[in-house]
């Protein structure tokens, strides 16, 4: 079993900058696919990025594609997800996930397991 720990989340102001970081626990993701998705108020649960295990391959939404950056530390079990040029509408929570899969891409249904959620509020 995973389990799957956000922070790093908080207010900021439009075009500010916030990292968000997913630990990982109960077993090493060294060799799992994951993913970040974001809900915002009223809205379904959206893809943001997802990566292959070995990070020989990141997707990106095209909504924050250029502004945000998926990374991962295998030897801490830890995914980040650094937010750049912060707009209002990336306003929701965040969600990291995970999936003992090589990729699992843009498909939540593809992903074994979540974390709670941090909430990232971008003032205008």
């Known amino acids: 079993q995973v389990q799957l720990v956000e922070s790093g989340g908080g207010l900021v102001q439009a075009g500010g900058s916030l990292k968000l970081s997913c630990a990982a626990s109960?077993?090493?993701?060294?060799?799992?696919?994951t993913g970040w998705f974001r809900q915002a108020p009223g809205k379904e649960r959206e893809f943001v990025a997802a990566?292959?295990?070995?990070?020989?391959?990141?997707e990106y939404a095209d909504s924050v594609k250029g502004r945000f950056t998926f990374s991962r530390d295998n030897a801490k079990s830890t995914v980040y997800l650094q937010m750049n040029s912060l707009k209002p509408e990336d306003t929701g929570v965040y969600y990291c996930a995970a999936s003992p899969r090589y990729y699992s891409g843009s498909n939540s249904d593809a992903y074994d397991y979540w974390g709670q959620g941090t909430q990232v509020t971008v003032s205008s």
């Open positions: 990566t292959t295990w070995d990070v020989a391959f990141t």
């Open positions: 109960g077993r090493t993701i060294r060799t799992y696919a």
